[in-house]
């Protein structure tokens, strides 16, 4: 699938505003509980390109993005002025700092895409597949005129390799709550949280197999209870950092 998007609807409880050392933020307009819907919108752009690590990306980018604004100039037009912290100002480089992965293609946005990255995110992207369009919701308590923010990057990697993916690929030092008041218990839990949930979907298969599949027999029904057991350890235990 490769389209420009023919709408570009938009539902938002959010004002844009220059931000101290920071460039331009989004700022709640009222207060939000997770859960709460913060803003919808249908992207830009809905294609699927090549990895920025692909030897001809920025050229494929720019092929594909001039193809799908044929006849919708004012697309391009959007595009362009989203951030680009490149010494040039290329499709290929607008693209890599603003696009979303979904369902295998990515997607940009006019306002969802000028978002910022925290390492301890009070919202999170969501693709709503019923109408199309990208989602902004909260994941803690927001008050009205809070910066939203939400991860470019894996929370449960530790800080370095935050540090070094960002730096890498978005070409920013984060300097969020998260990682100017480092220790190493941020990072063990993190590590720890990590496991529990690699380790959740043994436990399920486990359990699957005696509720569901009849395999009823003392081993597997003691495989299950250990499982469960380990797993419960494991929560205990980042519960506890």
């Known amino acids: 699938m490769n389209e420009s998007m023919a709408t570009h609807d938009l539902l938002s409880f959010t004002r844009v505003e ?22 919808s919108e249908t992207p830009l752009f809905k294609m699927k390109m090549p ?8 050229k494929l980018c ?6 799908a604004c044929d006849e919708q100039a004012q697309r391009k037009t959007e ?4 951030v680009c912290p490149f010494e040039e100002i290329t499709p290929g480089g607008i693209w890599q700092v603003n696009h979303f992965e979904v369902n295998g293609e990515d997607v ?14 009070n919202a999170i992207h969501a693709w709503d597949d019923t109408n199309h ?26 800080v370095a390799s935050r540090q070094e993916y960002l730096r890498y690929f978005y070409r920013f030092e984060c300097d969020c709550v998260a990682c100017k ?19 959740m979907p043994y436990v399920i298969d486990k359990f699957r197999a005696v509720v569901y599949d009849g395999h009823d027999t003392p081993k597997a029904v003691t495989d299950a209870a250990e499982a469960r057991e380990l797993c419960v350890r494991l929560a205990g235990m980042t519960l506890k950092l």
Do not use: W
């Open 79 to 82: 595009f362009m002025r989203l």
């Open 108 to 121: 940009v946005y006019d306002r969802i895409s000028r978002i910022n990255h925290s390492c301890v995110p």
């Open 62 to 67: 720019e092929e594909r993005i001039n193809e």
């Open 51 to 58: 990895p920025c690590e692909h030897p001809e990306y920025g």
């Open 18 to 39: 220059e931000l101290v050392g920071k460039g331009k933020g989004t700022l709640a307009t009222r207060s939000f509980e997770p859960g709460d819907l913060i803003l």
């Open 133 to 158: 369009n990208g989602q902004i919701r909260a994941v803690a308590n927001i008050s009205e005129g809070d910066e939203i923010t939400i991860t470019y990057c894996d929370l449960l990697c530790p």
């Open 181 to 199: 008041a480092f220790d190493s218990i941020s990072d063990h839990r993190r590590t720890m949280i990590s496991k529990c949930l690699n380790f």
